[in-house]
């Protein structure tokens, strides 16, 4: 299983996510680290993730060639991350066929009704219990 995680700023989301995601599973699966900027692909790279690509076209380009996408939120949002995540990246995410698992952390003010707020380590291991049968499965 190929899944890519998109994160931007400094990338401490992501790499919290690719560290988890490397304990868990291991081997198991290939984790490709896509920052908006070096400094999110760097630390995504250092937490263990198999490859990197940084800025708008490694984004859009992958995003269409992994099975499952994973960060936060405003991955999906126009404009998000400070303005780090372009709309071409969010048209590009949101319109893969990959599955996408993203994490309700409220950066852009933006709020889901019916959504407990709870601590990223919490949500970190949602994404891994969501994987979990995929990759188990394999």
């Known amino acids: 299983m190929r899944i890519a995680v998109v994160d931007g700023q400094g990338g401490g ?7 988890r995601l490397r304990e868990k599973f291991g081997a198991d ?7 908006t900027n070096s400094a999110a692909t760097s630390a995504m790279m250092k937490a263990r993730a198999n490859k990197g690509a940084t800025g708008e076209n490694a984004i859009i380009r992958n995003t269409g060639r992994v099975d499952v996408i994973v960060g936060p939120l405003s991955i999906v ?5 400070l303005g780090e995540l ?11 066929m990959a599955r ?5 952390v409220n950066q852009e003010g933006v709020e889901i009704a019916g959504i407990q707020r709870e601590p ?3 949500l970190i291991e949602k994404v891994v219990e969501y994987l979990k049968p995929g990759i188990r499965g394999r």
């Open 13 to 19: 989301i992501g790499s919290t996510i690719v560290k």
């Open 29 to 35: 699966v290939e984790i490709l680290a896509l920052g």
């Open 77 to 81: 949002l126009a404009n998000g991350m």
């Open 86 to 96: 372009t709309p071409g990246i969010a048209e590009a995410i949101a319109s893969s």
């Open 100 to 104: 996408k698992i993203l994490l309700p």
């Open 120 to 122: 990223l380590p919490h």
